[in-house]
């Protein structure tokens, strides 16, 4: 799977998530296997810009992998000033969000509600792909709503105007998250372009990421929630790929470890108090399937010092060995 001059070492990707695939997060994903993670989306607005969250967002030092940064909005001017400045600020791929379904990005007329805007979706993609010599690629449901699934209508523009590559999320804007995502709208995408297509939606083990592939004839997949406390998916689903067959689990010691290590690098990322609240969220998803977990995580929530909530959570494994 090849984006532009970017080779990608296996065709499974990181889905982009706002609060969720942040430096920390994409870094650890690549590790475990991924072979590309696409950043939380970027306002076009540049009034925001200069926010906290955005510097944040754009503070891409030290980072492994190859940088893809997605970016929100429904002007082409707008659009084409963002993608330049995110390229200024390290992107080496520049995306552009049609698949956001949030209320927030919806409001101002972004994200999947742009489906329903052909001739907008027409002049953002050109506006982008002329703004940046970097490859710019698009993420899209597959309509928006079941009755007007315009995905490949979408993609035949996508194509025509310069797009170097392109996800699809089974669903509709209008399905929200409910149901199960489809994948014959993503087979058809496949067949009418030729550039290369990254399926998305519900692909929560080895055997679906390669029923999905296979299925849909796509080039790559991308996982965006089964990620969430999981990030050795990857390395499940990459084994699987590569071998047919399933690794040997992670022990358990190097998987405790690494949500150690994640939780450090929450801290060291954001900040004590900052870093403290998100981790919360992220020691939630790893131990949201153990009833010890659950007990633990309401001490684990009341919890306000980094170095407390590292001591705890060795207790707790400590405890559960
Ligand atoms: C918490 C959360 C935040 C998301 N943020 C974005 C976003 O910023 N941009 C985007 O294109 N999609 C976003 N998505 C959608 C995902 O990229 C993905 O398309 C969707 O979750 C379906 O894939 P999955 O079934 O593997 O989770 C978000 C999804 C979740 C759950």
Known sequence: MQIGPYKLSTPLLVAPMAGVTDRPFRTLCLRMGAGMAVSEMMSSNPRVWQSEKSLRRMDHAGETGIRSVQIAGADPELMAEAARFNVDQGAQIIDINMGCPAKKVNKKMAGSALLQYPQLVQEIVSA?????????TLKIRTG???DHRNGVHIARIA?????QALAVHGRTRACMYRGEAEY??????KQAVSIPVIANGDIDSPEKA????????????MIGRAAQGRPWIFREIRHYLEQGTHPVPLHKDLEQAMIRE???ALHAFYGEVMGVRIARKHVGWYLKDSDAGRDF?????AINEPELQLDSLQQYFANIA
């Open 128 to 136: 982008v792909v002329k703004a940046v010599t970097v490859p710019v």
């Open 144 to 146: 928006w709503d079941p």
């Open 159 to 163: 194509q025509e105007c310069g797009i």
């Open 184 to 189: 014959d709208t993503i087979r058809a995408i």
């Open 210 to 221: 390669r029923f999905v592939l296979d299925y849909t004839g796509a080039d790559a997949i």
């Open 262 to 264: 994640h939780v450090d």
């Open 297 to 301: 995580r309401s001490d684990f929530n």
